[in-house]
């Protein structure tokens, strides 16, 4: 009796996803657990896994289209063997025995399945016509990444020009409208699931806020000395680099304790303060940007904050980033220094009403004292939702954030 395989709950706020590809041809004998499609959602990728041993017996939905929670993506019947376990005693009067779809002659190579790529990659290299289980992998046990499949591509686009069989002719003037010729110099690809809610946000969040952004600078040179006088010992105790980040996390929680309506939301015509730090790290992912979540920020240590970030980025990266990594948050970080960035206007994460952006650290000529010295100079950016923040709000909020980080003792001796 075939059975149905159904998009399952993904998730609080995840309704809809897109299917990626599915993993197993139909009239493929599966097992009970291995996975049978991998499903794209906004926030991660997930595979849908037999319920029972069987053949799939029928493809319902193809890649790449839009389901939601409960569509029937296909159907699951039962193995050869147990059709005709079921039909030995049954006498010539019973009702004959539902058919199922025929299992390949021939099963799939272990080695095709079972190699280990991010759906990203997998999708990429079908698209190339590639075998992805023949490409070197370099994310954790081997994984095959994005990186990877485009560095194949990049290998295999290289190849020689043909030498010249006859003159070269100057063409003709067009006589019609100009087309740009060769059709193989642009392609088209449909946006991801992920990619698609990632637009659709940030146009919203833009529409649905009175979003305004304001600056500052922050030298880092106490920052700076201070990491290089414990690297070696934080590193050698906790088993983890000391980071920028745990520095801009804990001044961050101080700014929102003494500026609690940017650790806040709208809901309707009320305001809701949040009394938790549950502060989102934003992270280039394969699909786009990803924001995991630190919880109850506050309560963890130099060193837990920095084996969480490390953490959360490995999983990202790998694409194992699970729904409870990403819902919720009250305030988000995002570092577009660490690809160079020397000054942005972050979008707002709704519905949150403050977001930091931190930017890359560049010796500059600073004034101290009369005189002109360089120093290791970093620009910050606070964009806010003015409907609850005001600016004086958001300016003091920096200027608490600069003491903080100008003075990281402080962050010790006030919690």
Do not use: C
């Amino acid at each position: 009796m075939n059975i149905e395989i159904l998009v399952p709950a993904m998730g609080e706020s995840v309704i809809e996803a897109t299917v990626g590809r599915w993993l197993v041809e139909a009239g493929t004998a599966v097992k009970a657990g291995q996975p049978l499609v991998a499903l794209e959602t906004d926030k991660v990728d997930l595979e849908v896994a037999a319920e029972r041993d069987g053949v799939l017996a029928e493809i319902l939905v193809e890649a790449g289209s839009d389901v939601k929670i409960g569509d029937v993506l296909g159907r699951l019947g039962e193995t050869s063997g147990a059709s005709s376990g079921a039909s030995s005693g049954a006498s010539s009067g019973d009702a004959p025995v539902p058919k199922v779809a025929p299992a390949k002659a021939t099963t799939p190579d272990p080695e095709e399945t079972d190699v280990k790529a991010t759906p990203v990659a997998r999708r990429m290299a079908e698209d190339a016509g590639m075998d992805v289980s023949k490409i070197p992998g370099s994310g954790s046990g081997g994984r095959v990444t994005k990186e990877d499949v485009e560095k194949a591509l990049s290998a295999k686009a290289e190849l020689p020009t043909p030498p010249a069989s006859s003159p070269i002719i100057p063409p003709s003037l067009p006589s019609s409208p100009f087309t740009r010729p060769g059709a193989d110099r642009e392609e088209r690809v449909k946006l991801s699931r992920r990619r698609r809610t990632i637009a659709q946000r940030l146009v919203e969040a833009q529409h649905n806020a009175a979003m305004l952004t304001t600056f500052n600078e922050v030298d880092m040179s106490a920052v700076m000395d201070l990491r290089k006088r414990r690297r070696e010992s934080f590193e050698k105790q906790y088993g983890v680099r000391l980071g920028f980040m745990s520095f801009f996390t804990k001044a961050a929680i101080g700014g929102l304790r003494a500026f609690p309506r940017l650790n806040a939301e709208i809901d309707g015509d009320e305001m809701i303060l949040k009394r938790y730090y549950d502060i989102g790290i934003a992270i280039g992912a394969e699909e786009g940007l990803v924001v995991p979540v630190l919880r109850d920020a506050d309560r963890m240590s130099f060193a837990q904050i920095e084996q969480a970030i490390r953490e959360l980025a490995k999983k990202s990266q790998e694409g194992t980033l699970a729904l409870s990594d990403l819902q919720g948050g009250s305030f988000t970080i995002t570092n577009g220094g660490v690809f160079g960035s020397m000054l942005s206007t972050p979008i707002l994460n709704a519905p949150q009403v403050g977001i930091l952006g931190l930017h890359k650290i560049e010796e500059r000529p600073v004034v101290i004292d009369g005189a002109i010295v360089a120093r290791p100079m970093m620009y910050l950016a606070l964009s806010y939702d003015h409907r609850i923040v005001d600016g004086r709000e958001a300016v003091q909020f920096l200027v608490k954030l600069k003491e903080l980080i100008e003075d990281p003792e402080r962050m010790l001796l006030e919690g």
